[in-house]
């Protein structure tokens, strides 16, 4: 398995882990349990629970560059119907990331 699929299925986890649960939840075991990576491969590419969250938040910036991007070559579409299609995209939510219990 390449190393970038590796890193998608890791955050794939500790984006489900965030879904599903609270924030207090994403630690490095709990990610490696959901992944089924053991906790030296996960470290090997996130070797911090901050680096998984930046990876998550630059996934994020990612998906919604990418929508955007998609959304401006249908030459019909205006500003307002690629905010609505962006904001209505369950992948575009960050709903995830400030779902802590502090």
Same mark, same amino acid.
């Given at each position: 398995?390449?190393?970038?699929?590796? *890193? =998608?299925?890791? $955050?794939? +986890?500790?984006?489900?882990? %965030?879904?599903?649960?609270?924030? @207090? #939840?994403?630690?490095?075991?709990?990610?490696?349990?959901?992944?089924?990576?053991?906790?030296?491969?996960?470290?090997?590419?996130?070797?911090? *629970? =901050?680096?998984? $969250?930046? +990876?998550?938040?630059?996934? %994020?910036?990612?998906?919604?560059? @990418? #929508?955007?991007?998609?959304?401006?070559?249908?030459?019909?579409?205006?500003?307002?119907?690629?905010?609505?299609?962006?904001?209505?995209?369950? *992948?575009?939510?960050?709903?995830?990331?400030?779902?802590?219990?502090?």
């Amino acid at each position: 398995m390449a190393r970038e699929n590796k *890193k =998608e299925l890791l $955050l794939d +986890a500790a984006e489900k882990i %965030l879904e599903t649960q609270s924030y @207090d #939840e994403l630690s490095l075991d709990n990610i490696s349990k959901v992944s089924g990576f053991s906790k030296g491969g996960l470290l090997y590419h996130y070797p911090t *629970k =901050e680096a998984i $969250l930046q +990876a998550l938040v630059n996934r %994020l910036i990612q998906r919604f560059e @990418d #929508e955007f991007d998609k959304q401006l070559q249908i030459e019909t579409t205006d500003f307002k119907s690629i905010f609505i299609t962006v904001n209505t995209n369950p *992948k575009m939510s960050c709903d995830f990331v400030f779902s802590s219990s502090d």
